[in-house]
């Protein structure tokens, strides 16, 4: 299973932006889909997830700014962001979890894609 995570960019502060996160391949569930960001010199960080049944978590810096979502019959997930903060700039990583259509588990990243917030 192969993830194409997309959408970074530049933004001004207050901005927002949508990151999608595009799963392909042999799939036959996929069970919790998680967004991560990781900043110049920190350690990678979990930003939201969502369970495949549509339930979403989220750290508590974007609570309220940042809405995941999921669209099953795209197998795609997106992270909107808003209200945009420098603090949020960093890239964006996807990660998937679930089962193959041979039954196997997966356990996929995207490539990452780079938000930047700043004026």
């Known amino acids: 299973v192969q993830l194409q995570a997309s959408g970074g960019g530049l933004v001004q502060p207050g901005g927002s932006l949508r990151v999608s996160c595009a799963a392909s391949?042999?799939?036959?569930?996929?069970?919790?889909t998680t967004w991560y960001r990781q900043a110049p010199g920190k350690q990678r960080e979990l930003v939201a997830a969502?369970?495949?049944?549509?339930?979403?978590s989220y750290a508590d810096s974007v609570k309220g700014r940042f809405t995941i979502s999921r669209d099953n019959a795209q197998n795609t997930v997106y992270l909107q962001m808003n209200s945009l903060k420098p603090e949020d700039t960093a890239v964006y990583y996807c990660?998937?979890?679930?089962?193959?259509?041979?039954?196997?588990?997966?356990?996929?990243w995207g490539q990452g894609t780079q938000v930047t917030v700043s004026s």
């Open positions: 391949g042999s799939i036959f569930s996929t069970d919790t």
């Open positions: 990660n998937a979890v679930g089962f193959g259509t041979d039954m196997r588990r997966y356990d996929s």
């Open positions: 969502i369970t495949e049944g549509g339930r979403p």
